[in-house]
């Protein structure tokens, strides 16, 4: 029989309340720093699937909506995220791509109406750092090359098994292990839009306060081809070029710089129709509970928008057990309290902004170039965060 991966006694010999975080991404660290675990019953085991290096270190665009939720969270952590943020007041520049030149259609500002009138850009690199640097003792070290292959109920527990044979017996567990200088100087301090009429758009976005850029690349494919997953994730450059037709020579030139460097071609996907976000013991975060699209750079502000929802929920009540006589019967009906406050306070908002992100693919890469037509579902993402202010 394989070994458990942590032992649940106290030094005292006292059982403790053990929950486990399944992933050691963005959201999986943040729900690690801020909600409150610190209580003498409670112990914390974070596991992730994949071992050191991680995945490349791509870049998050935070409006002010993730300000305003983190805020509400935890004022202090989203202070240092403000400060280590890339601002600008130009959110994006839209141009309209064509063979002969580019036609920038509008240089987006925040509205004047918010209470914050940046945009922020950060890498995923840096915000891990962030985020690890304001990790609570209590966490413990993460537990790499643990990829989970089934939970098991037993009793009013729950055994994680995983991949390398070995499990692990906890009492909750939150699933955040998500789905399935050719640009010039204005790049500095903004973001742009290249969008074509041919199914295809590029964004440039800059990170690491500047020092450099991202760009992202997206490309639509015909529906037969979308089960067809077993394609390499570095193509030849021409078969790339190929999804881009009508380009500019800047686009072209932006292409070629991308290929010359690191690149990956990522397969994207969404969730449609959003499940339950919660179930007895489980609850999830981030993609692994609204998977999106990156139309409207929205994934991860919505992931930040639930945990921030959840944590004031868990907070209020996992502090008003006493340290003294609390039960797991007493901590579980908190985390199922918190999970289903939570649940119905964020999927509704969750579900619009996966149908939003979805439906902004199209506006992109179908020639739409009426800038109310292609800014208005951005208007409603950065103000629907501002009932938690």
């Given at each position: 029989m394989a070994n458990k991966d942590c032992n649940n006694e106290t030094d005292g010999g006292g059982k403790k309340y053990r929950i486990a975080i399944i992933g050691s991404g963005p959201i999986g660290k943040l729900l690690a720093c801020t909600a409150d675990l610190s209580h003498p019953r409670i112990e914390l085991v974070q596991y992730e699937a994949e071992t050191p290096p991680l995945r490349p270190g791509f870049g998050y665009g935070l409006g002010p909506q993730v300000l305003c939720a983190l805020r509400a969270a935890d004022a202090a952590l989203a202070a240092k995220l403000e400060r280590a943020c890339l601002l600008g007041p130009s959110w994006m520049k839209w141009w309209h791509s064509a063979a002969a030149e580019d036609c920038m259609l509008a240089d987006v500002h925040m509205p004047d109406n918010m209470a914050s009138k940046v945009h922020g850009w950060i890498g995923r690199e840096a915000l891990l750092e962030l985020l690890d640097a304001n990790m609570p003792t209590k966490a413990g070290p993460l537990k790499y090359g643990k990829q989970l292959t089934g939970i098991e109920e037993v009793g009013d527990s729950l055994e994680l098994y995983f991949e390398d044979g070995t499990k692990d017996h906890v009492?909750?567990?939150?699933?955040?292990?998500?789905?399935?200088?050719?640009?010039?100087?204005?790049?500095?301090?903004?973001?742009?839009?290249?969008?074509?009429?041919?199914?295809?758009?590029?964004?440039?976005?800059?990170?690491?306060?500047?020092?450099?850029?991202?760009?992202?690349?997206?490309?639509?494919?015909?529906?037969?081809?979308?089960?067809?997953?077993?394609?390499?994730?570095?193509?030849?450059?021409?078969?790339?070029?190929?999804?881009?037709?009508?380009?500019?020579?800047?686009?072209?030139?932006?292409?070629?710089?991308?290929?010359?460097?690191?690149?990956?071609?990522?397969?994207?996907?969404?969730?449609?129709?959003?499940?339950?976000?919660?179930?007895?013991?489980?609850?999830?975060?981030?993609?692994?509970?609204?998977?999106?699209?990156?139309?409207?750079?929205?994934?991860?502000?919505?992931?930040?928008?639930?945990?921030?929802?959840?944590?004031?929920?868990?907070?209020?009540?996992?502090?008003?057990?006493?340290?003294?006589?609390?039960?797991?019967?007493?901590?579980?009906?908190?985390?199922?309290?918190?999970?289903?406050?939570?649940?119905?306070?964020?999927?509704?908002?969750?579900?619009?902004?996966?149908?939003?992100?979805?439906?902004?693919?199209?506006?992109?890469?179908?020639?739409?170039?009426?800038?109310?037509?292609?800014?208005?579902?951005?208007?409603?993402?950065?103000?629907?965060?501002?009932?938690?202010?």
């Amino acid at each position: 029989m394989a070994n458990k991966d942590c032992n649940n006694e106290t030094d005292g010999g006292g059982k403790k309340y053990r929950i486990a975080i399944i992933g050691s991404g963005p959201i999986g660290k943040l729900l690690a720093c801020t909600a409150d675990l610190s209580h003498p019953r409670i112990e914390l085991v974070q596991y992730e699937a994949e071992t050191p290096p991680l995945r490349p270190g791509f870049g998050y665009g935070l409006g002010p909506q993730v300000l305003c939720a983190l805020r509400a969270a935890d004022a202090a952590l989203a202070a240092k995220l403000e400060r280590a943020c890339l601002l600008g007041p130009s959110w994006m520049k839209w141009w309209h791509s064509a063979a002969a030149e580019d036609c920038m259609l509008a240089d987006v500002h925040m509205p004047d109406n918010m209470a914050s009138k940046v945009h922020g850009w950060i890498g995923r690199e840096a915000l891990l750092e962030l985020l690890d640097a304001n990790m609570p003792t209590k966490a413990g070290p993460l537990k790499y090359g643990k990829q989970l292959t089934g939970i098991e109920e037993v009793g009013d527990s729950l055994e994680l098994y995983f991949e390398d044979g070995t499990k692990d017996h906890v009492d909750a567990v939150f699933g955040c292990d998500g789905i399935h200088s050719a640009v010039g100087e204005e790049f500095v301090r903004g973001q742009y839009m290249f969008i074509g009429t041919k199914g295809w758009h590029v964004l440039v976005f800059p990170i690491e306060q500047g020092r450099s850029i991202n760009i992202a690349s997206f490309c639509f494919e015909p529906e037969r081809q979308k089960n067809d997953l077993g394609r390499p994730p570095r193509p030849t450059k021409e078969s790339i070029l190929a999804y881009f037709p009508g380009r500019s020579e800047r686009v072209d030139t932006l292409l070629n710089l991308m290929m010359d460097h690191t690149y990956q071609r990522l397969e994207l996907f969404h969730l449609g129709e959003l499940g339950a976000f919660t179930n007895r013991n489980v609850t999830t975060f981030g993609d692994a509970a609204n998977a999106m699209t990156p139309h409207m750079a929205g994934s991860m502000s919505t992931g930040i928008i639930g945990v921030a929802k959840f944590v004031r929920e868990w907070n209020a009540r996992i502090q008003a057990l006493p340290a003294d006589d609390t039960t797991d019967s007493d901590i579980t009906r908190v985390f199922r309290d918190a999970s289903r406050a939570y649940e119905a306070a964020h999927r509704p908002l969750a579900q619009k902004i996966v149908r939003f992100s979805q439906e902004q693919q199209h506006r992109w890469g179908g020639g739409v170039t009426d800038y109310d037509v292609l800014a208005e579902r951005f208007h409603f993402l950065w103000h629907c965060a501002d009932d938690m202010a």
